[in-house]
Each structure stands twice: as structure tokens, then as C-alpha cells.
């Protein structure tokens, strides 16, 4: 487990993962995912805040378009961690229309004033080296774009290369896998939940 920061903004905040299904937990055990062991991070109850995973496997960034907006209305989060793209990648989907999904996304998070946290993904030089290299720069871009959006490192940075770490599918990480994934996210998310409270739209 990686160093642990304080987090004294977290009492009471609600945050919501958006992810497919590297944050579903796909193939996992209940408990096992990321998000389940960022929840036993932070803690539950009136100091601890609560993580509602709404992960789906197989989630592209237009079906994230299509989602968000009702869950944003109903949890009313004060995080949204974004975890997007992947699939898009490995359809080859124009890098235009996923970064013009992800930026209505995160216009969303940001007009429901909440903070976003997005996490970079990147995929294997399948349709070339300049679709690979756009495909990653993307998420920098973005995050550049708007307030109150803090990107995150690259969470499979340990895990994609290992076979060990992954599933028989050589795609989806293991249980193993999970808390390395948590940990390369958490500076970030600690640093999300520090920030002021939601911002009145």
C-alpha cells in the first residue's frame, strides 16, 4: 500500500466512479475492485465518505454521455472520477468523438459542481502509433480545459505489462492488481477531496 495523505476535507462527500469494467470489477470477487478497497480507504459513516460505483463493463464514452447526467442528478456527488475510453481505443472510434464525449462529461461534472477526477487511459499501437499517441494525449488535453478537473497517473502502469497481474483474458488486472491500481490514483483523489466543498452552479 502506497503512503497514505491526510484527508480532512472527506467527512460526508459522496464519490462517484464512472468507469467500464477495469472499475467494475470485472471477474473479480465482490470487495476486490478498486473502488471497493477505496471505500475501505476512506471509511464510511459521518468522517468517512461513500463511493457509489457506477461501473458498467463494456462502457463506451457515448453510452458515459448517454448515463451521467441522471447520476449526477440523483447521488449528487461532490467527486466524479471519470475512467473512460478504453473501449473507445480498441474499436478505433475517431479520437475527435471520444474527446468531444469526455468534454461533455466533465462540462456535466463541472455544471452539477462537482470536482472531476479523470484517469488517463492508453491502448497498444493496434491502429498505429499516431492514433495510439493522440489517443493518450487526449486525456492531458483535457484536463487542461476546464476547473476543478485533476488527472490522475496512468493506473494499469504496473499492472498491463505483467502477465502475472492479469487475467486470462490478458486485459482485465487480477484482485492482485487492485490495490496498485487504488494506489496510483489515491495522491489525486486524496487532493479532490480536499478540495472546497460543491460549488453552487
Known amino acids: 500500500m502506497g503512503t497514505l495523505l491526510p484527508v480532512t476535507a472527506s467527512a460526508s462527500k459522496v464519490i462517484l466512479v464512472f468507469g467500464d469494467s477495469l472499475s467494475a470489477g470485472y471477474g473479480l470477487a465482490r470487495g ?6 477505496l ?3 476512506l471509511g464510511q459513516g459521518e468522517r468517512g465518505a461513500q463511493v457509489i460505483n457506477a461501473s458498467v463493463s463494456g462502457e463506451t464514452t457515448a453510452g458515459g454521455v448517454a448515463r451521467l ?3 449526477l442528478r440523483e447521488h449528487q456527488p461532490d467527486v466524479v472520477i471519470l475512467e473512460l475510453g478504453a473501449n473507445d481505443g480498441l474499436r478505433g472510434l475517431p479520437l475527435p468523438e471520444m474527446k468531444d464525449n469526455l468534454a461533455r462529461m466533465l462540462k456535466a461534472v463541472a455544471d452539477s459542481g462537482a470536482v472531476a477526477v479523470l484517469i488517463p487511459m492508453r491502448i497498444p499501437p493496434n ?3 499516431a492514433y495510439a499517441n493522440g489517443f ?3 486525456f492531458a488535453e483535457l484536463s487542461g480545459q476546464f476547473e476543478r478537473v485533476l488527472l490522475t497517473a496512468f493506473f494499469l502502469q504496473e499492472v498491463a505489462l505483467n502477465p502475472a497481474l492479469l487475467q486470462a483474458d490478458g486485459l482485465h488486472p487480477t484482485a492482485a492488481a487492485q490495490p496498485l491500481m487504488l494506489d496510483a490514483v489515491w495522491p489525486t483523489i486524496a487532493a479532490a477531496l480536499e478540495q472546497p466543498n ?4
Open 32 to 37: 476486490q475492485s478498486w473502488p471497493d478497497l
Open 39 to 41: 471505500q475501505a480507504r
Open 69 to 71: 447526467p441522471t447520476l
Open 127 to 129: 491502429y498505429g502509433p
Open 136 to 138: 493518450a494525449e487526449t
Open 198 to 201: 460543491r460549488v453552487t452552479p
